[in-house]
């Protein structure tokens, strides 16, 4: 089992940048692949990025070249740091920690509670 803690969300103005860190429990994150998915009011929860356990990256196309994920395993932590922001990346964000890499909620077993990201205009 692993539980995931996300911080780093808050209020930032368009232009502006924040840095999300999710922190898991266990012993074996070095293993697992971590993702960042988000989820707008009124809309489905979309993948942000991800990154494999040999520090492979992905990015969703509205986000590439703006975020980077990174992990620190001797921290159990990853991070999404986040440059340029818009007001419409304004969501919840959820980190998630699975077996395999992906784009899909499909490939994720565990996920955090969410961090609010608000970007004002």
């Known amino acids: 089992q692993v539980q995931l803690v996300e911080s780093g969300g808050g209020l930032v103005q368009a232009g502006g940048s924040l840095r999300l860190s999710c922190v898991a429990s266990g012993r074996t994150f070095s293993r697992y692949a971590m993702g960042w998915f988000r989820q707008a009011p009124g809309k489905e929860r979309e993948f942000v990025a991800a990154?494999?356990?040999?520090?492979?990256?992905y990015y969703a196309d509205s986000v590439k070249g703006r975020f980077t994920i990174s992990r620190d395993n001797a921290k159990n932590t990853v991070y999404l740091q986040m440059n340029s922001l818009k007001p419409e990346d304004t969501a919840v964000y959820y980190c998630?920690?699975?077996?395999?890499?992906?784009?899909?909620?499909?490939?994720?077993?565990?996920w955090g509670q969410g961090t609010q990201v608000t970007v004002s205009s």
């Open positions: 998630a920690a699975g077996w395999r890499v992906g784009g899909t909620d499909r490939e994720y077993n565990y």
């Open positions: 990154i494999s356990w040999d520090d492979s990256t």
